[in-house]
């Protein structure tokens, strides 16, 4: 993993004040504040605000911020950053996220949705609020965050997402909601792969793959596959995973016409999922389909696909279960979701550090208590 270091001043002076008018407080030194007190496990406006109240004279000596007027109240926190426009915040993230962890050659980046379940008022009859994210597999950071306003939505929001990402060598891994020919050839424009996921939404296709694979399974000389397994041993279960790989023109000629739509389809591939209960020796079993542009290689579209699990174990339940963001009753303005990008900024901080190795919790009750370990985290304290 690299060491290098996000300048966090540099992303908070590329946002917009959204205040028209003139305000005794600067808009810079209340997102700063923001991003230190979620750093430190602090995510609510009154829990912010004590935080701040708590570490003025430390925000004037270490982070040489003004404080002119002294800390704002917590309406003010909540006004300011509930009032700067979701998409313009999502867009600059990325862009200085990107500067300093630009893209790797055949790394996965996983794209998948997640809604803010806290964000829904039933009382006031409002849609609940979704965002998609990417995601670097290798190293976990956090490379997007957009908003859509229903998750029906999600695949007119993707390709924004796309436009946002510098995607090229990468292999860029979606659910079957986000499996859509028109952002396979977006990804490929881009200059680099697909692995997507296909399900029964998709009746006859699904169909088609399942028939395949049934007869190039009971006829393995009839057909040019590869496979790969692997088998490990997690937390008192087996788990085995076997994936075959056929070429794409050995489809049946009736479904070569709505393949060839599908932007340099070049594989498709069935992976079987086993989890045996070790205690119990209760089995459980999946199958599961993907098509994707990388050439027949078991073993690299296996891995892409397990890689994809990344955004839903080591991101979405992190946000649950460390960030309570599905807790959260914040839902004025733009809040919901530029909190949860100010979340995910903090976690690739976190993630990032090497110097404590434990967890998040871990690491954001340390800031807390030790104000080096957040300036080391902020990059403004050298190890």
């Known amino acids: 993993m690299t060491t290098e270091k996000l300048n966090i001043l540099a992303f908070v002076t590329q946002l917009e004040d959204p205040r028209s008018r003139y305000s005794p407080h600067s808009f810079i030194e209340i997102v700063m504040m923001t991003i230190c007190a979620v750093i430190c496990g602090q995510f609510e406006w009154d829990e912010i605000y004590e935080f701040c109240i ?16 002294k800390i704002p109240s917590k309406f003010t926190f909540a006004r300011v950053i509930s009032s700067i426009d979701s998409n313009h915040f999502s867009r600059i993230f990325t862009e200085w996220i990107q500067a300093t962890y630009p893209p790797k050659e055949n790394k996965v980046i996983a794209i998948d949705g997640k809604s803010l379940l806290g964000s829904y008022p039933e009382h006031k009859g409002k849609n609940l609020i979704h965002l998609v994210n990417a995601i670097a597999c290798d190293n976990g950071i956090t490379l997007a965050q957009l908003t859509v306003a229903d998750k029906e ?4 929001a993707i390709p924004k997402l796309l436009d946002y990402l510098d995607i090229k060598g ?13 952002i396979a050839e977006l990804i490929r424009s881009k200059n680099a792969h697909y692995v997507f996921a296909i399900k029964s939404n998709r009746k006859n296709f699904y169909i088609s793959l399942e028939k395949l694979f049934k007869e ?17 041993d997690n937390h008192g279960r087996i788990e085995e995973r076997t994936c075959v790989v ?7 000629a009736k479904q070569m016409e709505k393949v060839e739509l599908w932007k340099d389809l070049k594989s498709v591939a069935m992976i079987e999922y086993t989890q045996t209960e070790k205690n119990t020796g209760v089995v459980k079993k999946e199958t599961r389909f993907f098509i994707s542009s990388l050439n027949p290689d078991a073993e690299k579209i296996a891995q892409s696909v397990r890689e994809h699990w990344y955004i839903e174990n080591k991101l979405h339940w992190i946000l649950d279960v460390v960030y309570k963001e599905d807790d959260s009753r914040i839902r004025t303005g733009f809040a919901p979701h530029n909190l949860s990008a100010i979340k995910k900024l903090t976690l690739n901080l976190l993630k990032l550090d090497q110097t404590y190795q434990k967890s998040i919790k871990q690491k954001q009750r340390k800031a807390l208590m030790n104000k080096g370990f ?10």
């Open 54 to 69: 708590e570490h003025e004279e430390w925000f004037k000596n270490k982070l040489k911020l003004k404080l002119e007027n």
């Open 246 to 252: 056929v070429p794409a023109l050995q489809l049946e």
């Open 374 to 383: 957040l300036e080391l985290l902020l990059g403004i304290k050298d190890v």
């Open 170 to 182: 990468s292999i860029i891994t979606m659910d079957a909601m986000g499996s859509q020919k028109n």
């Open 216 to 232: 190039a399974l009971e006829s393995e000389t009839s057909f040019k596959q590869k496979r790969y397994s692997n088998k490990i």
């Open 153 to 156: 939505n999600e695949i007119v």
